[in-house]
């Protein structure tokens, strides 16, 4: 009997122990973690939100997006961590299944401030560090640099040893530098390692670290700190000034298309327009029109609308201006202070209408998907829709240049800028020149509409804020030469970016202005003069 009694022991005990052992196997850094969320501590809550991101499990990533989200709920009295579905169902968060039996009475939302957001943020850098998409591997290694957070370092170093893509690659470097030089108990080798991975990627937020460094650090690493924040200060204000350089093309392209037909009209008709703002204005809302018909009939053509405005803005455009040129201006040919009274008025005139038709506010124009977003070139930003705006001005420019000089029309408007008399002389109809540049000016300032609408507000005041400095570019360039319009408008653009860091936007036009007015004083027919009727007049 005393053998069976020592069996029947000696058998539970080893269940207990087996029992015992299967419950330390399925504890671990996770299991351990969820603990701390049930303190309602902040500083717990950051460690194991640390503790669950480099712990390898599964259930990791929908729990830190449910803390991210505030669906992830604790109960101090039960010890228990439950996610929040979006339907309001909840889901055990150690075993990931539903969870079953009524919720604990004392059920709440785990808190989250500020620095808990930025523990957050560096835990889904850490999670998807080794994801499939390099482009998302990537990103996270960014949100890590940014973060610098100590308890990815792990992460980090392990995803650094399987890493085969050499971007990703360089900046999971970048990110372990910043978080050994973050760090308190890091050598002074190691820092100095890490300062030349922050020197080479150069950029602000690499300035910023180095900045930060304490400064009783060893003399080697504080000078191998100090000539790194020199060599980032400097290719900060190289990369600032390419930068400048593209917005000033940018902003040289956008005046460049809005004064482009000013320079026709202004320079073969001698004619001031001041309604020429507003056919931009009408090619901007040909624009919003053609985008909201695509809406609410055909939105899988949404990303043609631009396509589609072009042409027709072109021709609403040219049809109007040459309604005008027909109707009001051939009467006041030779007499320009009628005529700009005359085209001030219509320019009224056509801003009410438009108020009437669409109303005074602000109208929506989308960018399409191609023309959405922005990317880095080297140490600059470059938006799409500005790229795809210059572009778009180089061929409208070369396209008109190739009509001037190849087409009929080109020649007789050329003969009838350089002598209008013997144009006529030779039979050319110099009325009906004059109709067909005018609409040719206007279909363009329509042109300039549809690029303007993606980038700036689509209102009846549109082209108010673009005539005076179409007018400033063409007389600065050359009335009616258009190698000079081009040369004016980019020259003004890249001044007047340059200026604005230290004048502001307002002073920085007014310098522009005041400099045109003393410029012309001196060239009173522009950087490039043509001979033409307004100059023989």
Not at 100 to 123: E, H, K, Y
């Amino acid at each position: 009997m005393g053998k069976f009694h020592d069996r029947i022991l000696a058998f539970a005990v080893a269940i207990g122990l087996i029992v015992a052992a299967a419950g330390f196997a399925h504890a671990g850094p996770y299991e351990d973690a969820l603990e701390k969320f049930t303190t309602d501590e902040f500083s717990d809550t950051a460690e194991a939100v640390t503790a669950v991101a480099t712990s390898g499990n599964p259930l990791a990533a929908p729990l830190i997006a449910a803390l991210q989200d505030g669906r992830l709920q604790f109960s101090a009295k039960d010890k228990k961590v439950l996610i929040k579905t979006a339907d309001d169902k909840l889901i055990d968060a150690e075993t990931g299944k539903p969870f079953a039996g009524t919720p604990p009475d004392d059920l709440d939302t785990v808190r989250v401030n500020n620095r808990l957001r930025g523990v957050i943020d560096a835990a889904n850098g850490a999670l998807t560090l080794m994801a499939p998409d390099p482009n998302q591997r990537y990103e996270s290694a960014q949100q890590v640099f940014k973060s610098r957070d100590a308890a990815v370092l792990p992460a980090v170093e392990k995803a650094l040893e399987s890493e085969k893509v050499a971007r990703v690659k360089k900046v999971l470097n970048e990110a372990r530098a910043a978080i050994l030089l973050a760090a308190d108990d890091t050598s002074a080798a190691d820092r100095i390692a890490a300062i030349e991975f922050i020197r080479a990627r150069g950029d602000q937020d690499s300035l910023a670290l180095l900045q930060s460094l304490p400064a009783d650090l060893p003399a080697d690493v504080r000078a191998a700190a100090n000539g790194a924040i020199k060599t980032v200060e400097r290719n900060l204000a190289l990369w600032n000034t390419v930068q400048n350089l593209w917005y000033g093309l940018s902003l040289g392209s956008v005046l460049l298309l809005a004064a482009i037909g000013l320079a026709i009209t202004f320079g073969v008709m001698g004619v001031i327009n001041m309604a020429h703002g507003e056919m931009v204005m009408l090619g901007a809302y040909v624009t919003y029109v053609v985008q909201d018909v695509i809406r609410t009939s055909y939105p899988g053509l949404f990303d043609y609308s631009l396509a589609i405005a072009l042409p027709l803005a072109f021709i609403f455009s040219a049809a109007v201006g040459i309604a005008i040129e027909r109707s009001v201006i051939r009467f006041l040919y030779g007499r320009p202070l009628e005529t700009l009274l005359a085209t001030w008025g219509i320019s009224l005139v056509l801003q009410q209408a438009v108020r009437v038709a669409f109303g005074p506010t602000n109208k929506e124009v989308g960018n399409p998907s191609w023309m959405s977003g922005a990317f880095d070139l080297g140490g600059i930003l470059i938006t799409y829709n500005r790229m795809w705006i210059i572009l778009f001005t180089a061929i409208v420019f070369a396209a008109l240049l190739a009509m001037l000089r190849f087409t009929r029309l080109g020649l007789e408007m050329r003969a009838v800028t350089q002598n209008r008399q013997m144009a006529a002389a030779v039979g050319i109809r110099t009325a009906r020149i004059d109709a067909l540049t005018f609409g040719l000016g206007s279909g363009i300032a329509g042109l300039a509409g549809v690029a303007l609408s993606q980038i700036d507000n689509v209102s009846p005041n549109l082209g108010q804020g673009y005539i005076i400095d179409s007018f400033m570019v063409v007389v600065f360039g050359g009335v009616g030469n258009l190698w000079g319009t081009l040369v004016g408008a980019l020259t003004l653009g890249i001044a007047n970016k340059f200026l604005e860091p230290f004048a502001g936007a307002v002073l920085a036009k007014i310098a522009i202005l005041v400099f045109i007015i003393l410029f012309i004083q001196k060239r009173p027919r522009g950087m490039f003069a043509l001979k033409g009727r307004a100059i023989e007049a």
